[in-house]
């Protein structure tokens, strides 16, 4: 595990959107596992202004997103697939038919599950796979559990994520129940994970993530094991840990 301490969220946006420049530079036709959330905004401000400055070029990326809520259209304002369009697909030159994510509104949640599984399976292993933490130790929306998942899972979210996330909503009720999220076994088989944190909210679950006994219940956790993991994350999520 790399561990990268900053000094606040810019600077954490700064060095993760530098390693993803530099994997899209190195290999063009990347496959990148993205995220959605607060912490990952800053770093896709800086890959679409990058993009603008022509210093990158998506135009070969394939992208397959962790999650999406269920039951949100592509077009609900707090869908995951809105979330990517406004803040970095249409901002950059990806070709939309390369960017994946799972849908929400799918009638039957297992063959959406198996449908994605597929996907992951034909364009995968991601070669990096970019990720936020829950305030619970989610990766994607895999909740804490009694065992880890391997595939893509329709997951009911806990109470904890609802409220966490109730800040993007008018109120707490609009908050969907569920969600469709890319297993942790699918995960675990990107070439390198990206791990970003930000935040003294975050600073407890981040050294359980990190020094904790790997287990299900802390879903991050698992992180410990994978080849080659970078953890970047500001001084106040890293206030317990000691590097
Ligand atoms: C979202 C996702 C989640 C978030 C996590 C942190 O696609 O996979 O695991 O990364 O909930 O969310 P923020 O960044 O909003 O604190």
Not at 111 to 133: A, H, K, N, V
Not at 211 to 233: C, F, M, R, T, W
Not at 234 to 242: C, G, H, S
Request: charged share 25%; proline share 4%; net charge negative.
């Amino acid at each position: 595990m790399r561990l990268i301490k900053t000094k606040d969220y810019d600077d954490m946006s700064r060095k993760a959107a530098a390693i993803i420049s530099s994997q899209v530079t190195l290999k063009p036709n990347s496959v990148l596992g993205l995220a959605t959330g607060s912490t990952v905004e800053g770093l896709y401000e800086i890959l679409a202004k990058e993009y603008e400055d022509g210093l990158l070029d998506f135009s070969d990326v394939t992208s397959i997103n962790l999650d999406e809520y269920a039951g949100l259209a592509p077009d609900h304002d707090q869908s995951y697939d809105y979330f990517m369009s406004t803040n970095l697909f249409n901002k950059i030159n990806i070709h939309r038919n390369n960017t994946y994510l799972p849908d929400g509104t799918a009638d039957n949640m297992d063959e959406e599950c198996r449908r994605y599984d597929s996907i992951i399976e034909t364009f995968g292993p991601l070669d990096l796979q970019l990720l936020g933490l829950g305030h619970n130790g989610h990766i994607g929306f895999n909740e804490p559990a009694d065992s880890f998942s391997k595939g893509t899972q329709y997951i009911k979210l806990t109470d904890e994520t609802i409220k966490a996330n109730s800040r993007f909503f008018n109120d707490e009720s609009e908050v969907p129940r569920g969600a469709v999220t890319m297993g942790i076994g699918s995960i675990m088989k990107s070439k390198t994970a990206l791990l970003c944190v930000s935040g003294s909210g975050k600073a407890e679950i981040l050294k359980e993530v990190l020094e904790g006994p790997v287990k299900p219940q802390v879903p991050g956790s698992i992180l410990q094991l994978h080849n080659d993991v970078i953890v970047i994350a500001d001084a106040d999520a890293l206030k317990y840990v000691e590097i």
